[in-house]
């Protein structure tokens, strides 16, 4: 079935350093991709999509990469801040519709 | 512009009883989608509305069911609860033009089934 993970749990980043956060899908029918990050008692905020026609799509310090050959995502942030510490999920979707299967998480914890 | 209200914040039930979970959508959104969300995990698709009906499921018993009025608020039904069933409940709204459109969440129903 469907399924999407992370690498790594816990990511413990400096304040100004850059934080990468990686994810493995295995739909390769998925063509639409989105990361969302939940901070405490909050529903999860969209960051970024990418669609599967792309590799790589830029926000404002945020970079979603999609690599399809090895079914990877990537979350770039640059210049963390400690407003950035939250779980961050991402996740995908197939066709027309709006279900979106979301991985496990990773928490993102910024080291003032 | 409010953004997606959900409704009650808390709740806290027995074995066996039903529940009923609310949901207004963002201005201008007419699609709402319900997750299931464990401590420690991801959301998990239950449903969704569009229309006033179920457009699509994820899997889930039939303990769970919904509905969609005509303003487009939504509600969430649980009967014959389970133990397993305490989660955060999340109400996502998404205008049904254009494809993948992106979803804004509610802050979500913290269910707590004893």
């Known amino acids: 079935g469907e399924s999407v993970g992370l690498h790594l749990p816990t990511l413990s980043v400096q304040e100004g350093d850059n934080s990468i956060i990686n994810c493995a899908y295995s739909?390769?029918?998925?063509?639409?991709f989105i990361w969302y990050k939940q901070e405490s008692g909050k529903g999860p905020q969209f960051i970024i999509d990418i669609r599967s026609n792309m590799d790589k799509r830029q926000g404002q310090r945020v970079t979603v990469l999609l690599n399809k050959t090895v079914k990877h995502l990537s979350l770039q942030i640059a210049a963390t801040q400690p407003g950035d510490s939250a779980v961050y999920f991402c996740?995908?979707?197939?066709?027309?519709?709006?279900?979106?299967?979301f991985g496990t998480g990773t928490k993102l914890q910024v080291i003032p | 512009d409010a953004g997606v209200t959900q409704s009650p914040t808390h709740l806290i039930k027995t074995r066996g009883q039903q529940v009923t979970l609310r949901c207004s959508p963002k201005?201008?959104?007419?699609?709402v989608s319900w997750y299931q969300q464990a401590l420690g995990q991801g959301p998990q698709f239950i449903f969704q509305?569009?229309?006033?009906?179920?457009?699509q499921r994820g899997n889930f018993p039939d303990r769970f069911s919904g509905h969609q009025f005509p303003n487009y608020s939504s509600e969430l039904n649980v009967n014959a609860l389970l133990l397993g069933d305490s989660a955060l409940y999340l109400c996502?709204?998404?205008?049904?033009?254009?494809?993948?459109?992106?979803?804004?969440f509610g802050s979500g129903t913290q269910l707590s089934v004893l």
């Open positions: 996740a995908e979707a197939t066709g027309g519709y709006q279900k979106v299967t």
């Open positions: 739909n390769s029918a998925s063509d639409y």
């Open positions: 201005s201008g959104h007419d699609t």
């Open positions: 509305y569009y229309e006033e009906e179920e457009r």
């Open positions: 996502a709204s998404s205008p049904a033009t254009g494809i993948n459109e992106k979803l804004f």
